[in-house]
């Protein structure tokens, strides 16, 4: 149970287990063998305690008690349950039984002192049956092996005097605790009228959406804000939220879908923070990217920065280091990790129960594999505002969140790998492994054996008939667990634990069932798939939504709003605002050229066209420009004519890391090459990235990038059409034109910023596409935008310039 605090009647509840913790951390991770050991530990428990009763007649089991004390003007309630209690000879006999996964030699060496945590509640609660009227008290330790089911009964001595003092020296320190977060609070409400805007000046509207946030968060309402870029949304909402968090008790939780949107929001809070306020905020940064090992494998066997790490986080000076430098980096927890051989991921994770703003991935908040359980196992998190950063990735996130597979080669390839196990327990595992493979052999007969390779089919998959053989998989991986410590196994990569995870989450999707998922059989690659397709994530979107004390979304490109404000799980009453550009009409440019068609079946004969418009506009104007385009494929083809038109052309790659995009930026500074980027609609370049001053003069949008056509897209548009009457616009139109406006949108960032942007293409010239075009782009209508001479119309706009 979570500690209860009422400080305004000076309350305090929590459980015995809390109170006798050496460390109350809590690991985030949920793989195949964690959750099988909780599952084991749990029987094996239940099975004693059956045993117990069947064998001792006045034998019960979880016995509830509750223990008051008042300490330093505090009325503190302890609440536990006793896993067995009963009397013998005269004496109160108190069990806390344990189950553990230990060679026999080890086992056998278990004594009081092994487990610390254990030993504390024991003596706690024979202290408190001794307080309340029990004369005779004796606790015993019951541990339990998992391997092979042997028990240990160890007595534990206590003395009422030595239990008291460290009873009262724990809750001291607990009230201490309470104490000085209550004085931070009190701090924080001054801080909140000591908060100021970070920059010398407000853009113009800025002073609207601050205006709009803080009317939201006074009715505890979500917020839905589609502004241009370069307005300045990052500062206009994190400024109102943090002052009224301040001022209300309340964190913040600022989300993004990629890594260098979350730049802004660091430098936002860097300059929010002053000699007056002392602002906390962290950056957490992906598992994956912040282990210092040379492998990621958590586990104390393969990485020293896993080892001892409950000890070593108890260190106060560890984190008042870290907390004291404001907003805390990756770089900073690297670097203090490093210094104490600490886990990186697992230190932020835990910092970041003590700062004021998190900024992290999408991930952490909504993927059902790896959200922050300390912070969203359990509703409601209502001290928690959520700001979401170009929230309209969250469509597209959402859905694959709930769109998990079963590959049909995984399973074979783990069928293979269990029949080379000599131990008897993988034939268990291959009987599983070989109903599921006979489950995917029956989808294929339905979906008919004579189609030919590449076909996708719909399937019906019956739920019962997968609980059931997680159940199994459940049974087995408890005795995998055990095999594995008996024999001191550690696989960094256990490709059973992979696949129990992965059957896992299959399954928990599977469950939830409705019109929202589709079931698809993949035969289209060299391996059979079987796919789970979420066609809409709102109902799964709304469910975390609806616990935070508001949420506030925005982007460039969050219009239509009626959209998002569906798609994302908003309710249908969320408050919904529009602004236009901040900037002078002037110093952009924006000319439809429809002189070619960008339609997949027309696209090869427009990589000449579209070449030699890029050309013969750079020759215009000198600089840096951007060339987006609706897939790798097409940009391919055009880059193809460009080269040999011996143009300086950069293009993005279908898989580039960080540092290939940095030298990419680092290139674009350099305002004397004359760089061309030949990038992607919605990809790295497109979308949370400023390209200050020169750094940019000009954006070529090639074509609407729709979706492409697949099976899977077609499934939308039909359940768009059944559940909205609007297919086409869900699954292709509103997605495709998002694209455009966030690719047009790098171009002008700021009041100085002046810069050209041809959209070629024939539809963007029909109102069905140009409707969706943002008011702040024309004067009157669309249509002015529509040109048949582009290369004059920018020429006489850089003779003005």
């Not at 509830?64 to 008042?70: F, Q």
């Not at 694959?400 to 029949?419: A, I, W």
């Not at 004359?674 to 940019?696: C, K, R, W």
């Not at 782009?777 to 006489?796: G, M």
């Amino acid at each position: 149970m979570p500690i209860k605090i009422d400080l305004e009647n000076k309350k305090i509840t929590l459980s015995v287990s809390e109170l006798a913790a050496e460390n109350p951390f809590q690991r985030s991770g949920e793989s195949g063998s964690t959750l099988a050991r909780m599952t084991a530990g749990r029987m094996i428990h239940e099975e004693h305690q059956r045993e117990q009763q069947r064998a001792i007649d006045n034998y019960v089991r979880e016995f509830s008690i509750d223990h008051p004390v008042s300490l330093n003007g505090y009325s503190i309630l302890i609440q536990g349950r006793i896993d067995g209690l009963y009397e013998k000879n005269a004496e109160t006999i108190v069990e806390e039984i344990k189950s553990v996964i230990l060679p026999p030699a080890q086992f056998n060496a278990l004594n009081e002192f092994t487990f610390t945590t254990y030993r504390n509640q024991l003596r706690l609660y024979c202290h408190f049956l001794h307080q309340i009227g029990y004369p005779r008290v004796k606790g015993y330790l019951i541990f339990i092996n998992l391997i092979d089911k042997s028990k240990k009964a160890i007595p534990v001595e206590f003395d009422d005097d030595e239990v008291q003092a460290f009873l009262l020296q724990r809750l001291a320190h607990l009230i201490h605790q309470i104490e000085q977060e209550q004085l931070r609070l009190i701090r924080r409400l001054e801080y909140a009228a000591k908060l100021g805007f970070p920059y010398p000046e407000m853009r113009k509207y800025q002073d609207d959406i601050i205006k709009d946030v803080e009317f939201c968060l006074s009715r505890q309402s979500d917020l839905l804000i589609s502004a241009p870029t370069g307005i300045g949304k990052t500062a206009a909402v994190i400024f109102p939220a943090l002052k009224y968090a301040y001022a209300n008790k309340l964190r913040l939780f600022y989300i993004t879908s990629k890594t260098t949107q979350q730049i802004i929001a660091q430098q936002t809070l860097e300059k929010l923070c002053n000699p007056m306020i002392d602002l906390r905020g962290i950056i957490l940064q992906a598992r994956e990217k912040i282990c210092l090992n040379d492998q990621v494998v958590c586990h104390e066997d393969f990485c020293p920065y896993a080892v001892d790490y409950g000890e070593k986080v108890m260190d106060d000076a560890l984190f008042d280091t870290l907390l004291a430098k404001g907003i805390i980096l990756p770089a900073d927890v690297q670097k203090i990790a490093r210094e104490k051989v600490i886990c990186p991921f697992e230190l932020a994770l835990d910092l970041s129960l003590q700062v004021d703003v998190i900024v992290c991935d999408y991930n952490y908040v909504f993927d059902p594999g790896s959200y922050l359980r300390r912070f969203f196992f359990e509703k409601p998190f209502d001290d928690l505002i959520l700001i979401i950063d170009e929230a309209h990735n969250l469509y597209q996130r959402g859905r694959d969140y709930y769109s998990p597979e079963l590959n049909r080669d995984d399973v074979q390839s783990l069928m293979y790998f269990c029949e080379l196990q000599r131990n008897p327990l993988f034939h268990k595992a291959k009987k599983i492994l070989s109903d599921i493979d006979q489950l995917f052999r029956e989808l294929e007969q339905q979906s008919g054996e004579n189609k030919p390779q590449g076909a996708k089919s719909l399937v019906e998959l019956e739920l019962k008939r997968f609980s059931k053989i997680k159940d199994r998989l459940d049974g087995f991986m408890l005795e995998y667990l055990i095999y594995k410590k008996a024999n001191a196994l550690v696989n960094p990569n256990d490709p059973v634990d992979e696949f129990f995870y992965t059957f896992r989450l299959f399954e928990n999707v599977l469950a939830l069932q409705g019109e929202e998922f589709s079931t698809i059989l993949d035969r289209s690659q060299d391996a059979t798939r079987l796919k789970i397709l979420c066609k809409d994530p709102a109902n799964q979107l709304q469910k975390r939504l609806d616990g935070f004390y508001a949420v506030i979304a925005m982007s460039a490109t969050l219009e239509p709003l009626a959209f998002y404000r569906d798609v994302l799980g908003f309710p249908a009453d969320a408050n919904h605002q529009s602004y236009p550009s901040p900037f002078p009409p002037g110093n952009q440019k924006i000319i439809v050229d429809p002189s070619v068609s960008t339609r997949f079946r027309d696209r090869p004969r427009s990589y000449e066209y579209i070449a030699d418009a890029i050309s013969s506009i750079l020759t215009l104007k000198p600089g840096n420009y951007f060339a987006f385009f609706p897939s790798f494929d097409y940009l391919q083809k055009v880059q193809e004519v460009l080269y040999a038109m011996d143009s300086n052309v950069i293009a993005q790659e279908r898989y580039m890391n960080d540092k290939a995009r940095l030298q990419v930026l680092e290139l674009l500074r350099d305002t004397t090459q004359n760089t061309l980027v030949l990038a992607v609609q919605g990809g790295i370049f497109a979308e949370g990235v400023d390209y200050s001053g020169e750094m940019l003069l000009g954006a070529f949008v090639i074509g609407p990038a729709l979706p492409a056509f697949t099976f899977e897209q077609e499934l939308l548009k039909s359940y768009y059409q059944e559940t909205r009457g609007m297919g086409f616009e869900y699954a292709y139109l509103c997605p495709g034109m998002n694209r455009v406006i966030q690719s047009v949108g790098r171009v002008i960032r700021s009041e100085s910023d002046v810069g050209v942007i041809l959209l070629i293409g024939q539809r963007f010239a029909t109102t069905y596409y140009n409707s969706l075009f943002p008011r702040y782009w024309y004067q009157s209508s669309p249509a002015e935008l529509i040109s048949t001479d582009p290369f004059n119309e920018v020429k006489r706009f850089w003779e003005l310039h």
